[in-house]
Each structure stands twice: as structure tokens, then as C-alpha cells.
């Protein structure tokens, strides 16, 4: 233009600034405003007002602040667009200080806050959490006679909702002003109101709102009802969520899929499956397109599973593959899982062929690790480690610590110890370290095969490999040991369980353990000695190891005093004692000549309901017959 000796106007100008602000340019818009000083064509309000808005926008407020001294300077008075559209720039830079300050010298300057200048403070003091002056600003709006629209009160009451869940000093109560003011909540204003009393866990509060809806002739939509069915569940009032439910369907208001799922997820994992199933039905009645997520199948397959109801979970498996509904790998795990505890391996091995062949989910060590576990407890060994090759084979996954302890457990328990061992080794070559629960169950293995120095050597291994035994490990070794007669290694054993105080210590089973392999190696003593350690310790003593310590005092003892010192012991600690341990009280008293105490023993049984034993009933009868 100026090249064709035209002069640009202001209109033109303004129109090139405000464009090139639109587009983003404001470096640019700012030249242009420069150049047009300097060509003498004074910018007026409208030319400030664009750039200064553009500025705002792009969360520039220094230099729009900027802007409007440049434009005082130069003798233009800003409008109030220009003073709302400053006050909207600071409230998104969060300089909501400052847009107070704007505020009043908007007014200072004799301008009248408009509804947009106070719905933009009052929707950014709400969403800043400054609710104190939201507030106050709707109170001078109204005083001032300003209509606040509904975005804005529903914005307030969404601001004040949510801050309920932070602080009790907030309440929701701008429905109130919002009647005052004339303006009647809608379905939505009412659906803001509902969530955020949910949120806030107001739940009482919410469903009390459902009612007063009811009373003003707004119907709740399916917004409505699923934030309540929501907050219910999520506070575990899956009664209450039903409920409701059932009322969205008697007011004719058909749930969506949410609504569905959220209702059936939450009835599945309340194991609520009778409930389920009526959901379920009403879901397939309405036929309203509705399709349940994989996560609420996986929830619902879950609590099947959890019921022991696995044939059934597996058909709702089948099912969602020919509904189209594709599961997902949690789905198959599930189910796997299920049947391969059942003992119904060879369906959970259909199953994953299936899974596999049809290359909907790529398997996981989980995967994998529940049909280990499946085969091995079914003890077909073989198929469980034919399992571990195809996962190095193909490359599917890397065989974890758990993958490697359910095969050497499973070899273990079978006898196949080599293998077990092998396994062991295989796994430390592949940089898999062995943890305690590895070497508890080789070792338990070795233990119940009579290989006691085996079970010794990996004892000692772990320890010096910087695996620390647990207590069930040191238990493991104890029994082995005691039940081969080894009391001095077990005693050895129990020692250094002793000192290792900072990570386990004896414990019950422990000491049942000792006392019955030193009453098999005929040392009462011990035996005794160990049982007022166990009970120093806190510990109680159960009815069997009381009958091994009594029956083998009975045995050995000259005197009953022993055997009699534990018996009390025992009803001390409201142990109910045995038919054995009777009958190893009266061939006590027997021997030691006491025959009126055994008399009296065996009439204590019969009150009781115990048999006697027929060799002391022999006895009783002989030592009868002599003193007649």
C-alpha cells in the first residue's frame, strides 16, 4: 500500500494486528503496532484491546500489562474489553492477586464489571480453589443486579464441590443463591451438584438430591444415576448401588455400557453372583447395544474363579470369544489358573493351545507359571519341563525366580532330585539368583528321601551364597535331622537359629520339632528343658507334643512326678488332653504301683468319653483280681 502511495488507516492497521494475533504471530503484531506509531497513525482502543488480547491469550501477561502502560501513555483510555480481557489473562497465569487489582481500578475508573468480568473471576477462583472469594464475587454480582449465567454456577458448584473433598468448611449451597437469583438448576446443574457431593463422599447428600429432582419435575439422566451407582460402589454400599440401579430402571432410564459395567464389576468382585446374573439378564433383555468391557468380563471371571466355579467362568471365556468380545490375557490367566487348582490341567492346557493358536494375547511368565505349577502338582513332571523349553526355545518370555521354584519344588516332592539340581544350577547360569524358598524346597526334598547330608551341604551353601534361611527352612532342616536321630547336628542347627535373632527365631513348630527328636532319642531331660524355653518364650505347647514328652516320661520315669508336673502344665494352658495321654498316665501309675491313682485316671476317661486302652484295662483288672 504505501509503496502505491497509499497511507494506511487505523481500521487497517487493526485488522493486520489482530489477524496476525490469531494466527499467533505477536512478535509480529507487536512491530506492527510499533510501525504504526511511527507512521503517525495513532492506534485507538480496539488496535490496543487485539494485541492485548492475542498477549493474554498466549500467556504473555507481563507484556499485556506492558501493553496497556504504552497504551495510557499515549492518552488512550482502555474500555472495559480491554480490562476484562487483562483480568482473563492474569486469571490463567494464575496472578489472580493482580486480577483483583484490575477489578478495582476498573471500577475506579467508572467502568461497571459486566457479567463476563465476574463470571471470569468467579470461574477462576473456583478452579484456583479460592472459594472464599468466589463466593464474595457472586454476592457483589448479584448486589450490583449483574445476571450470573449457568456456566458459571455450574462452574462454582463444581469448584465448591470438589474443594469438599479437601476441607469440611466448604458446602455445596449455590443452589440456593442460584433459585435466588432466578435462574432453576437444570438436569446438569444437578449432575455437577451429585458428582461432586460423590467425590466428596457425600453420598447420603447425593442420593438426597435424587430425590429433591424428583420433586422438582427434573428427571435424573443416566449421568445421574451412574455417578451415584459409582460412589456408592467405590464406598463399598454395593446394596445401596443396586438399589439405585433398580430405580434407574423403574423410572424407565436405560443404563449405558458404564453403568452396566460399573455395576457388574463391582457385584462380581463383591462375589455378589446371583445379582450378577440378574444385571446380566437385564442387560441381554434390553438388547440396547451394550457390550461389557473386557475388564468387567475379567472382574466377573475373577469372582467365578474366587467361588470355585471354574467350568462356568471357562464358558463365559468361550462366550466373549464368540460374542466378538475378545479377551484379553488376564482373562485366560484367570481361568488357567482356576482349572489347573481344580486339578483340571488338561482343560487349562486346551485353553492355552487355544490362546496360543489363535494370537490374540502374547503369554507372560504368569502365564506360563500357572500351567507349571498345574503340571507339577498333578505330578506329570515331564510336561511341566517341557513347558520351561518352550519358553527359551521360542524366546516368549524369560523364566523367572517363581518359574524355576515350582519346577525344582515339583521335582523335589516326586524324588527327582537330580533333576531338581539341575534345575538349581541351570537357573544360577542364567543369572536367575536362587532365593530362600529355592532352597527350602531342595531341601526339603533331600530331607524327606533320607539324604541328610545333601540337605546339610545346601543348607550351608545358601547361608554362605548370602541367602539367609527363614524359619520354615530352619524347621525343614530340624525335622529332617531329628527325625534320623542327628540330635547333635539338630542341636548345632538350633543354636545358630538362636543367634540369628535379627531375622527369625524359633518358633512353635520349632520347638514341637526338638522335643519330639529328643523324646525319640530317650532324652526327657531335653525334652523338658525345651519346654519351659517354649513357654518362656510365649509359646504354646499343642496336644500332641504334650503327649509324645508324657508318653515317653511314662516310659522311662521311676516316679510319676514328671509326667504328672507336665500333665498340669498342660491344663494350665487349657490344653485338652488326648485319649493317649490318659492312657499313658495309667500305664504310669501302673507301673510305679499306684493303682487307685490309675483307677481314678481311667473313671476320668470314662466321664469323658475316651477308650481305654484294652492292655490297661488288662492290668487294672489283673492288679484287681491279685488284691482279692
Not at 21 to 37: E, I, N, R, V, Y
Not at 183 to 190: F, L, Q
Not at 223 to 248: E, P, W, Y
Amino acid at each position: 500500500m504505501a509503496a502505491n502511495g497509499y497511507d494506511a488507516s487505523v481500521v487497517t492497521y487493526t485488522t493486520l494486528i489482530d489477524g496476525l494475533c490469531k494466527s499467533g504471530d505477536l512478535d509480529a503484531a507487536q512491530a506492527l503496532l510499533q510501525k504504526m506509531a511511527d507512521a503517525g497513525c495513532a492506534p485507538n482502543v480496539v488496535t490496543y484491546t487485539a494485541l492485548i488480547d492475542g498477549l493474554c491469550k498466549a500467556r504473555r501477561p507481563h507484556d499485556a500489562i506492558q501493553t496497556v502502560k504504552r497504551m495510557l501513555r499515549s492518552g488512550c483510555e482502555p474500555d472495559l474489553v480491554t480490562y476484562n480481557s487483562l483480568i482473563h489473562g492474569l486469571c490463567m497465569a494464575n496472578r489472580m492477586d493482580d486480577a483483583g487489582l484490575v477489578l478495582q481500578e476498573l471500577v475506579r475508573n467508572g467502568f461497571a464489571p459486566n457479567h463476563i468480568t465476574y463470571s471470569t473471576l468467579v470461574i477462576w477462583n473456583c478452579r484456583r480453589r479460592r472459594l472464599d472469594q468466589a463466593r464474595g464475587l457472586i454476592r457483589e454480582m448479584i448486589l450490583r443486579g449483574s445476571v450470573c449465567n449457568l456456566v458459571v454456577y455450574i462452574d462454582c458448584i463444581f469448584g465448591f464441590c470438589e474443594a469438599r473433598c479437601q476441607s469440611s468448611r466448604y458446602e455445596c449451597r449455590d443452589g440456593d443463591e442460584m433459585i435466588e437469583s432466578g435462574r432453576i438448576p437444570d438436569v446438569v446443574t444437578y449432575n455437577t451438584f451429585i458428582s461432586g457431593l460423590c467425590k466428596a463422599g457425600k453420598l447420603d447428600k447425593g442420593l438426597e438430591m435424587l430425590e429433591e429432582m424428583d420433586r422438582g419435575g427434573i428427571p435424573p439422566d443416566v449421568v445421574t444415576f451412574c455417578s451415584i451407582i459409582s460412589g456408592l460402589c467405590k464406598a463399598n454400599r454395593i446394596d445401596d448401588a443396586f438399589q439405585v440401579f433398580k430405580g434407574m430402571l423403574e423410572r424407565g432410564c436405560v443404563p449405558d455400557s458404564l453403568t452396566y459395567s460399573i455395576m457388574l464389576d463391582n457385584l462380581s468382585r463383591a462375589n455378589r453372583l446371583d445379582t450378577v446374573d440378574e444385571v446380566l439378564e437385564h442387560m441381554q433383555a434390553m438388547k440396547a447395544g451394550c457390550v461389557m468391557e473386557v475388564y468387567t468380563h475379567n472382574a466377573f471371571i475373577g469372582a467365578l474363579c474366587r467361588s470355585g466355579k471354574f467350568p462356568l467362568a471357562k464358558n463365559i471365556l468361550l462366550g466373549m470369544i464368540e460374542s466378538g468380545s475378545l479377551p484379553n490375557l488376564l482373562s485366560y490367566n484367570f481361568v488357567i489358573d482356576g482349572l489347573c487348582k481344580s486339578g483340571n490341567v488338561d482343560d487349562a492346557w486346551k485353553l492355552s493351545r487355544k490362546m496360543l493358536d489363535s494370537g490374540c494375547c502374547k503369554p507372560d511368565v504368569i502365564f506360563f507359571n500357572t500351567l507349571i505349577s498345574g503340571f507339577c502338582k498333578a505330578g506329570r513332571l515331564s510336561q511341566a519341563h517341557q513347558l520351561l523349553i518352550e519358553m527359551k526355545a521360542k524366546n516368549i518370555c524369560v523364566p523367572d525366580v517363581v518359574t524355576y521354584n515350582t519346577l525344582i519344588d515339583g521335582q523335589s516332592k516326586f524324588g527327582s532330585l537330580k533333576q531338581a539340581k539341575l534345575l538349581l544350577q541351570e537357573m544360577q547360569a542364567v543369572g536367575c539368583k536362587p532365593n530362600v524358598v529355592t532352597y527350602a524346597a531342595l531341601i526339603n526334598g533331600y530331607a524327606k528321601h533320607g539324604m541328610y547330608e545333601e540337605a546339610e551341604s545346601l543348607f550351608d551353601e545358601m547361608s554362605a551364597k548370602g541367602c539367609f534361611p527363614d524359619i520354615i527352612t530352619y524347621n525343614t532342616v530340624l525335622s529332617a535331622f531329628s527325625k534320623a536321630g542327628m540330635m547333635s547336628k539338630a542341636e548345632g542347627v538350633y543354636q545358630q537359629l538362636k543367634n540369628k535373632t535379627s531375622y527369625c527365631s524359633p518358633d512353635a513348630i520349632t520347638y514341637r520339632i526338638l522335643i519330639d527328636g529328643y523324646c525319640r532319642a530317650e532324652d526327657t531331660e531335653q525334652g523338658l528343658t525345651l519346654l519351659q524355653e517354649m513357654t518362656a518364650r510365649g509359646w504354646s505347647c499343642d496336644s500332641y507334643t504334650y503327649n509324645v514328652l508324657i508318653a515317653k516320661l511314662a516310659e522311662t520315669e521311676e516316679v510319676p512326678s514328671k509326667a504328672l508336673a507336665v500333665y498340669q502344665q498342660m491344663l494350665d494352658q487349657d490344653c485338652v488332653p488326648s485319649a493317649s495321654i490318659f492312657n499313658s498316665l495309667v500305664r504310669l501309675f501302673l507301673r510305679t504301683g499306684d493303682v487307685n491313682s490309675a483307677r481314678s485316671m481311667v473313671q476320668e476317661m470314662n466321664e469323658k468319653g475316651h477308650l481305654v486302652d484294652a492292655s490297661n484295662l488288662e492290668a487294672l483288672n489283673k492288679e484287681s483280681n491279685d488284691a482279692s
